[in-house]
């Protein structure tokens, strides 16, 4: 069974906005990269570092 770009819903020329809560330490892309790739895949992977460059990092604000 052969999947095309329509059956997911998303275009190429759909906008969308990747947003983090925070960015990823250097450690935190390696245990990413060590731990997760042999579960999900370099697929999976490849696609989460390819988005993450586009991330938008929302700045939290201390209210105190």
Not at 39 to 60: D, R, W
Request: hydrophobic share 40%.
């Amino acid at each position: 069974m052969k999947l095309s770009q329509n059956d997911f819903g998303l275009r190429p020329q759909d906008p969308f906005k990747v947003l983090q809560a925070q960015k990823l330490s250097a450690s935190q892309l390696e245990v990413l990269n060590r731990l997760f790739t042999p579960l999900i895949g370099t697929t999976a992977i490849g696609v989460y570092h390819y988005l993450s460059q586009f991330a938008e990092v929302k700045q939290q604000k201390d209210y105190t």
